[in-house]
């Protein structure tokens, strides 16, 4: 069946530096791709998506990259500051909406 | 916009009682999702509606948990009876359509089984 997975469970970066959070799926044919966050005691908010016909999406500090070679997409935040703070997940965004394990990402001051 | 509300937020039950949960999703969206996050966990998808109808329950007990969106706006899932495992997050989302759209996600609803 369809699973996504992350690479890493925590993730500790100073403020002001990057971070990249990693993702693997299984399905070849999985074409859409959401990255999600989720602070405490709140559901997933959404940070930014990416379709299979492309390999580099940006948004506002963040930009995701997508390798359909190996089924691996990762999530980059710039100049992290402590509100990026929380538990990221991808999704794969086909007929359902399957979420991976999460990574919880600290930013230490 | 109004986005997709839950109800209520929390909930503490014993084992064997019975509890519900509503959802209301955001106006026009066709496809309503519940999801089970137990902690420390990826949301796992429990059911998934197209309008009123069932597309997807595979991974619903369906001895103890059942669903239901009447007229193709809210929802109830309902868990009886509880058990202790059954202590989670229970999340509902929405989106415009089943796919290539974003879903929308409501806080939750926090369920306790003592």
């Known amino acids: 069946g369809e699973s996504v997975g992350l690479h890493l469970p925590t993730l500790s970066v100073q403020e002001g530096d990057n971070s990249i959070i990693n993702c693997a799926y299984s399905n070849s044919a999985s074409d859409y791709f959401i990255w999600y966050k989720q602070e405490s005691g709140k559901g997933p908010q959404f940070i930014i998506d990416?379709?299979?016909?492309?390999d580099k999406r940006q948004g506002q500090r963040v930009t995701v990259l997508l390798n359909k070679t190996v089924k691996h997409l990762s999530l980059q935040i710039a100049a992290t500051q402590p509100g990026d703070s929380a538990v990221y997940f991808c999704?794969?965004?086909?007929?359902?909406?399957?979420f991976g394990q999460g990574t919880e990402l600290s930013v230490k001051p | 916009e109004a986005g997709v509300a839950q109800s209520p937020r929390y909930k503490i039950i014993e084992k064997r009682q019975s509890v519900a949960f509503w959802c209301n999703p955001i106006?026009?969206?066709?496809?309503l999702y519940w999801y089970q996050q137990i902690l420390g966990q990826g949301p796992k998808l429990l059911i998934q509606?197209?309008?009123?109808?069932?597309?997807?329950d595979s991974q619903l007990p369906k001895d103890r948990f059942s669903a239901e969106r009447l007229k193709g706006v809210d929802s109830t899932l309902k868990i009886q009876p509880a058990k202790l495992e059954d202590s989670a997050v229970y999340l509902c989302?929405?989106?415009?359509?089943?796919?290539?759209?974003?879903?929308?996600f409501g806080q939750g609803t926090r369920l306790t089984v003592v």
């Open positions: 999704a794969d965004r086909g007929g359902k909406l399957i």
């Open positions: 990416i379709r299979s016909n492309m």
């Open positions: 106006s026009g969206h066709a496809t």
């Open positions: 989302a929405s989106s415009p359509s089943r796919q290539n759209t974003e879903a929308f």
């Open positions: 509606f197209q309008n009123n109808g069932v597309v997807d």
